[in-house]
C-alpha cells in the first residue's frame, strides 16, 4: 500500500501542562487528497482509502474525512472508502490485501508507515518518498526504530539503498535505479548476506558489499 500524509502541529506547554493544538487546513487537506488520487490513477492503483479519526475529532479530521470525500468525486474510476485509524491498524494485520493506496494526516501516517514496515520484512527494507511542491526527499520508510543500535554496524542498509533507487528514478535516471532494486532484490533473494533483523549475522558493511557486487554483475 501507498501512504500519504499531511503534517502541521502547534505545541503550547507550561511546566505543568503540555497541551499540542491539531491544525488541519481546507486548503492542505484537498491538496494531500489530489496528490494521492494522482498517484492512484498514475499508477494504476483502484482503491483510495481515507484513515481518519473523525468519530473523536469531528472537526479536524472531519474536515479532512470532508475534503477527501470531496475530491474522490472527481475521480470516479478509482473505488474510494474512508476508515477510522484504529480499524485501519486491526485490518493491516488480518487483510492487508484490502489497502491500495491510503491518504491520512501525519501522526496517522508514520504509526501505519511503521505498521506496515513490520508485516513486511522490517524497517530495514522499507524505503519511502515525500513530496512538496518544489522538493522531493528519499529516505528509509520506518521512523525512530534501531536507535539502540547506533554505532554498531549491523543496521540493514537495503531500505536506505532502495531510497536512494527511487530518487534516480525521479531524477529520470530510470536505468540506474532499477539496476539498484534488482541489486537489492537479488540480495535479499538469496539470503546469504543478510543483517540480524533478517535472521543472519553479516554487518552493514558486508551486506552493502554483496549489493555492490551485484551491481557489478548486472551492470
Known amino acids: 500500500a501507498v501512504v500519504s500524509t499531511q503534517s502541521r502541529e502547534a505545541v503550547v506547554s507550561t511546566q505543568s501542562t503540555g497541551e499540542s493544538l491539531k ?3 481546507q486548503e492542505k487537506s484537498m491538496r494531500i487528497a489530489k496528490f494521492a488520487f494522482d498517484y492512484a490513477r498514475e499508477h494504476n492503483r483502484k482503491k483510495v482509502t481515507c484513515i481518519h479519526k473523525a468519530n473523536i475529532m469531528k472537526l479536524s479530521d472531519g474536515l479532512f474525512k470532508a475534503c477527501c470525500k470531496e475530491v474522490s468525486e472527481d475521480y470516479p474510476m478509482i473505488e474510494y472508502e474512508e476508515q477510522i485509524v484504529d480499524n485501519t491498524c486491526q485490518q493491516l494485520v488480518i487483510n492487508p490485501q484490502q ?31 515525500s513530496y512538496g511542491e518544489n522538493i522531493a526527499v528519499f529516505e528509509p520508510g520506518a521512523r525512530h526504530t534501531w536507535m539502540e543500535m547506533k554505532g554498531m554496524y549491523v543496521a540493514n542498509p537495503a531500505a536506505m539503498v532502495l531510497s536512494s533507487a527511487f530518487m534516480l528514478k525521479h531524477l529520470q535516471l530510470h536505468e540506474a535505479g532499477d539496476l539498484l532494486i534488482k541489486a537489492v532484490n537479488n540480495v535479499l533473494n538469496k539470503r546469504s548476506c543478510m543483517t540480524i533483523d533478517l535472521g543472519g549475522n553479516a554487518s552493514t558493511h558486508d551486506m552493502t558489499k554483496a549489493i555492490l557486487s551485484e551491481v557489478d554483475l548486472l551492470a
Open 23 to 25: 491544525i488541519i487546513t
Open 99 to 129: 489497502f491500495d493506496v491510503m491518504v491520512m494526516p501525519n501522526l496517522y501516517g508514520n504509526l501505519v508507515s511503521n505498521l506496515a514496515a513490520g508485516l513486511v520484512g522490517g524497517a530495514g527494507v522499507v524505503p519511502s518518498k
